[in-house]
């Protein structure tokens, strides 16, 4: 029992003290004099009285609190930010000018090492004839200039003239080598610039691909639904530039687009699973973005008058974990569509939210029974489902700027058990009775049998043979407010023994 209840109830016993008073005398003759009152008329004083039989029973007891009804799970469906149309095809654009410049870059490689190969044959002949014509005892002077001595004795030495050819065609034949060389690698350095600006240009169009969305500047809504539409599975949402945008279950939000070549993940087999329950595919590879995934695609979009491209864009799908009642609508219809919000939802399941006062966190579980009082004062039963673990200040209701403070609540939320008797309002204030503690079998009385004794503690007026009346004193449990009852303990009190009750 709360501290705020116990006042409560030690206001409405305080008025049974005057009541008390006038037994105080026998009473105290009863409980410490050892003596027995001879009679009712000896505690009488006057008021009208019930006599009441202690009984045993079940109890409950409640805290009653101020709640909102409404619907569970509340959503924004978002426009996600992504790659432009008009961006990817740059990129793919970008790939196949990298492409050609490599491919340019390989074939002039290609090129100039077969010339290098040539180059390098021929002076490998070169070379040869020279060893040839320049062998014997002039070979030491072949690739000099023929001697200028006065007795010219070596001027029309046998084979001079063909030696110093071949040494010119050997320098000559070294020097195109060298250029070669110098061609061929510069060559390639050009192919692996090439091949570097292929794979970038590789990389940013399969990170565009990754991000790439469904809409452009140029899209704009063309159909959105009305306020209160209910969506579920394969339905469509709304649309851009004439192209349906679909609803498919799931908890994870789509974070790239789903195309050929993805790596796995938990998006994908959340994709195959709706595929698969819809009808357009079957064993379609748990988390992989298979073939027979990228098929029952093309049949999904089909079906909904899509390109059949065997790829999912962002935006052109919205996951939600059931079907969906849209709440507010952000764009209106010729908008251009912009990343951002597009859709406030809720599920259809109803629910009770209540701002419960922190303190009273330890009186709530998950599971306690709850009873539901309706706009119209009508009740229904529901169970708590969640009870937060993070209190939060209100705003102060304090308008005139004296600095008021509101007390820290926690979120505790609520689900009926009949849905459809809570009505079909968005939003609604009710009222909630928890049960906050049960007990069976209790010995009980009603509670304003108690009598709050001066000395403290509190006592019943016990009827006995013959109509003596005498105190006994009790110790309180559970209070149930609901029905009026007390659980009491006491070694004196039994069930069936009558106890004085105001009649009132």
């Known amino acids: 029992m709360s501290a705020p209840r116990l006042t409560r109830r030690r206001v409405v016993i305080g008025a049974l003290v005057v009541f008390a008073i006038g037994l105080a005398a026998a009473a105290a003759i009863a409980l410490f004099g050892g003596s027995t009152p001879s009679s009712a008329a000896g505690l009488d004083n006057g008021s009208p009285i019930t006599l009441l039989r202690v009984s045993r029973r079940d109890l409950s007891s409640q805290t009653e609190v101020s709640a909102t009804l409404g619907y569970a799970d509340p959503a924004t469906v978002v426009q996600p930010t992504g790659t432009e149309p008009s961006a990817l095809q740059q990129a793919q654009q970008a790939v196949t000018t990298s492409a050609g410049q490599e491919a340019a870059a390989r074939a002039g490689l290609a090129a100039d090492s077969a010339t290098l190969e040539g180059a390098t044959a021929l002076l490998a002949a070169d070379r040869q004839k020279l060893s040839v014509d320049c062998a014997g005892d002039q070979a030491g002077q072949a690739p000099s200039a023929p001697s200028q001595g006065a007795s010219g004795a070596n001027a029309g030495s046998g084979g001079s003239g063909g030696c110093a050819a071949d040494a010119q065609s050997v320098s000559s034949g ?27 240009a590789r990389a940013a169009v399969t990170a565009a691909q990754a991000s790439a969305t469904s809409y452009g500047p140029s899209s704009t809504y063309t159909q959105l639904p009305a306020v209160g539409a209910i969506v579920r599975v394969d339905g469509v949402l709304y649309e851009i530039s004439g192209e349906p945008v679909v609803l498919l279950y799931g908890q994870v939000a789509p974070w790239r687009a789903f195309v050929p070549g993805m ?98 966190q330890t009186d709530v579980a998950v599971g306690d029974p709850v009873t539901i009082t309706l706009p119209d004062n009508s009740t229904t039963p529901g169970r708590v489902t969640y009870v937060g673990t993070v209190a939060t200040t209100p705003p102060s209701s304090d308008q005139g700027g004296g600095g008021g403070t509101s007390s820290p609540t926690i979120e505790v939320d609520v689900t009926p058990t009949d849905p459809a008797a809570t009505g079909k309002l968005d939003q609604a204030p009710v009222s909630v009775s928890i049960t906050t503690g049960q007990v069976h079998g209790a010995l009980v009385v009603p509670v304003n049998a108690l009598l709050a004794l001066a000395s403290g503690g509190y006592a019943v007026e016990v009827v006995g043979a013959g109509g003596v009346h005498h105190l006994v004193a009790v110790r309180t449990g559970l209070f149930d407010d609901a029905d009026g009852y007390v659980q009491v303990t006491s070694s004196g009190l039994a069930a069936g023994q009558r106890v004085v009750v105001p009649s009132e």
């Open 174 to 200: 070294q020097d195109v080598l060298a250029q070669a060389q110098a061609k061929v690698a510069t060559d390639r350095q050009s192919v692996a610039s090439a091949s570097a600006a292929l794979a970038s």
């Open 263 to 360: 790596s796995p993940g938990r998006d994908v087999a959340e994709l195959n699973r709706n595929l698969e329950a819809l009808g357009f595919g079957a064993s379609l590879g748990g988390d992989a973005y298979t073939g027979s995934t990228v098929a029952a695609v093309k049949r999904f979009q089909a079906a909904h008058g899509l390109p059949a491209t065997g790829s999912l864009l962002l935006g052109s799908v919205v996951f939600a974990p059931s079907a969906i009642r849209v709440t507010a609508v952000t764009p209106t219809v010729g908008a251009a569509v912009q990343p951002g919000p597009v859709l406030t939802t809720t599920s259809l399941a109803r629910e009770v939210t209540i701002a419960l006062d922190a303190g009273q």
